[in-house]
């Protein structure tokens, strides 16, 4: 019996055969007023699950797209509070489900155990910690877990089986497996490395596995969404928002980007 | 006992670790077993003291300032002369061992980041050595305020790769050759500058430069016959001070002193006193003391010192300040200047103004320290930062300058 709305999300969709829409955003940008009308245009485009990111000073694991994105939240006064009222405002709306996606610190700052409270009364239902390796993990994932809410971690290509069997150990509601090395954004080219990198992880867990980093095409999508139990796409939205798309566009591009999904699992499923 | 620090998973008590993306974390378990090889064969450590000493310079000497010392009228100071070493600075010691494990490693490219410069340019210096490709990350602020480095950078052959997020200094020249480790992972080497980030760099920095202290010790024991009482370095990452300080931590008399940048103000921005001013927080890997606001955004600093200008500082300086086995203290941006203008004018030294600032803490507590012994380490020498000078003794840039006495001490 899912516990949650991701773990609910999953199971609903593995009745219907279809991948999950998986959304990034960063909480607050362009302004913390702007975000949740955002997010209600991405949800009617058909994304399936929203990553709420919390803007970070130092986003070392983020490309050129997502840091601008950030800079943008704090200079609009984005705080880790208001990253909360942001979902509170969403959760009023809406039941998506929601992933706050955040550096470490930020949630350090604010007092680990009180984040997670916190987080679930405001109706977030997981959380990844970017930086947080498994090594690390166990004081940080209780509170967490304790305090009912999902704990995601990524899978990397640089991943050793030992590493890949303790992140499936850690991770609950989903596995966000990194399609290629590097930072997040956008990229011509899907990672050969991504199947393979599936398939290894699948070995140890039963968890659905999301894919992401550099998906920025409905092709792109497809094909990921034919591997994968979910579609992450990051940067291409937050490229939408710096450049001042309003909801009809971002509504647009996601709708495309659904279409292109359910088109490659409608396939498969005939094929199969 | 606090010398057998880190445990086997990089923790300095309950500072330092590896909080990093997933991505990062198989090639650190990699340079770690790299590493802990490498460390224990023979021929490695044959081919780096040959190196130290005929290519860079060691052992430095250990140098007693005479007329400094009788112008204080209190403690006796020795300088250990770090800024004798080849490139200029204390970095290459580490820069030399690095470059060999990236060598034994089969990693052909090498990137790094450089604040002051020093470690680019020995970065720069070891890679010409090896023959290795090599990039630099350096903020657009530091760039500017270091341009002698980044020419002599270029003249050894590297691509130097100006920062222009953030604060456009270290920090951001960090996070830059973080993103390039993970998007090249396998072709290259992240050779990392300060006893700083994801274990196991702040270990491995800490042993490349263990020599300074060892070379100390062994040299003070040899001229006075006892250990110094007190001992002085500046700390922005925190290597050459971890290096000094790791020989004297089991003799607990000896007073271990490390100096920040006090910058401009003790108001969060303008400094980069870590001590004072932070607390414990995650950046660029590891848990340590963090300049920061009250959301854990990381706080911009502030010093005349490129190498001083850093938000957080290694993890084992954080643990050692917790267990008060080393004193941590800053000193003002004018301070750190005054004391390299009495050290120029008294001994015929012009410090590195990170150096200048331990010479300053040094002055301030001499005159009340009568018939103690003083070390202090001169990490780097004051040519890189020239043009800093000028801009805060205009009057000696003027075509009748003429100053024949001695700055009163």
């Not at chain 2, 490219?109 to 720069?124: F, K, P, S, Y």
Request: glycine residues 10%; proline residues 5%.
């Amino acid at each position: 019996m899912p516990t949650n709305r991701i773990q609910f999300l999953f199971e609903s969709l593995r009745a219907s055969r279809r991948a999950a829409f998986i959304a990034y955003v960063t909480a607050g940008d362009p302004s913390p007023a702007r975000t949740p009308s955002i997010v209600a245009a991405l949800e009617r485009g058909g994304v399936d699950l929203l990553e709420l990111g919390v803007p970070f000073s130092d986003p070392v694991a983020d490309g050129p797209v997502i840091q601008a994105g950030s800079d943008r939240a704090l200079k609009a006064g984005t705080t880790l509070v208001k990253v909360l009222d942001i979902a509170r405002e969403i959760r009023e709306a809406s039941q998506i489900p929601l992933l706050l996606f955040t550096y470490l610190n930020p949630a350090l700052r604010y007092g680990f155990e009180k984040l997670a409270r916190d987080a679930k009364a405001a109706g977030i239902d997981g959380v990844l910690l970017t930086d947080l390796s498994v090594e690390e993990a166990a004081p940080y994932v209780k509170p967490i877990r304790e305090a009912g809410l999902d704990t995601v971690f990524l899978a990397a290509p640089t991943s050793t089986p030992a590493r890949l069997k303790l992140i499936a150990q850690y991770s609950s509601g989903f596995i966000y497996v990194v399609s290629r090395a590097g930072v997040t954004g956008e990229r011509d080219d899907l990672s050969a490395s991504l199947q393979p990198l599936l398939e290894a992880t699948r070995k140890f867990t039963n968890l659905p596995l999301a894919a992401g980093f550099g998906i920025s095409t409905p092709e792109q999508a497809a094909a990921v969404a034919m591997m994968a139990d979910g579609v992450v796409v990051g940067s291409a939205f937050v490229r939408l928002i710096s450049q001042d798309a309003d909801d009809a566009r971002i509504e647009a591009f996601a709708r495309e980007m659904r279409h292109a999904i359910d088109g490659a699992t409608a396939a498969q499923g005939k094929t199969a | 006992m606090i010398a057998s620090q880190p445990d086997s998973t990089g923790h300095f008590g309950p500072y330092g670790g590896r909080f990093v993306p997933e991505a990062l974390m198989a090639p650190l378990e990699e340079l770690e077993q790299a590493y802990k090889i490498a460390a224990s064969d023979p021929a490695f450590q044959a081919e780096l003291n040959d190196l130290l000493s005929n290519y860079a310079g060691r052992p430095t000497p250990l140098y007693f300032a005479k007329r400094l010392s009788e112008a204080l009228g209190g403690a006796r100071l020795y300088l250990k002369r770090e800024d004798l070493l080849h490139t200029g600075a204390h970095k290459i010691n580490n820069c030399l061992g690095q470059a060999l494990l990236a060598r034994r490693m089969g990693k052909k490219r090498i990137i790094a980041e450089t604040g002051a410069g020093q470690h680019g340019v020995a970065t720069a210096t070891v890679c010409a050595l090896f023959g290795l490709e090599c990039i630099v990350y350096m903020g657009e602020e530091d760039m500017r305020r270091q341009r002698l480095n980044v020419f002599r950078m270029r003249l050894l052959g590297t691509k130097v790769v100006g920062v222009a997020a953030g604060s456009r200094t270290l920090k951001d020249a960090i996070s830059e050759a973080m993103r390039d480790w993970v998007t090249n992972v396998h072709s290259t080497y992240y050779l990392l500058g300060s006893a700083l980030g994801a274990h196991p760099y702040p270990t491995m920095v800490r042993d490349f430069h263990r020599c300074i202290g060892l070379e100390t010790r062994a040299e003070i024991l040899k001229r006075e016959g006892h250990l110094p009482h007190q001992i002085f370095a500046c700390v922005g990452g925190g290597s050459n001070a971890i290096g000094m300080f790791h020989a004297f931590i089991g003799d607990e008399a000896v007073q271990l002193i490390g100096v920040e940048a006090g910058g401009r103000s003790g108001v969060l921005g303008e400094h980069a006193a870590r001590f004072s001013g932070g607390a414990p927080g995650v950046l660029h890997g590891t848990h340590s003391y963090l300049l920061q606001d009250d959301d854990g955004q990381v706080a911009p600093t502030h010093s005349v010192s490129a190498g001083l200008d850093y938000a957080s500082v290694g993890p084992e300086h954080a643990w050692l300040h917790d267990r008060r086995r080393a004193e941590y203290t800053k000193v003002s941006d004018s301070e750190a200047l005054a004391a390299a203008l009495t050290l120029a004018r008294t001994e015929g030294i012009i410090p590195a103004l990170e150096s200048a600032h331990a010479v300053a803490e040094a002055l301030k507590r001499a005159s009340a320290a009568p018939g103690q012994l003083f070390i202090v380490n001169i990490s780097g020498r004051g040519d890189k930062d020239t043009d800093i000078y000028r801009e805060h003794l205009p009057e000696l840039d003027q075509p009748d300058a003429n100053q024949p006495n001695p700055i009163p001490v």
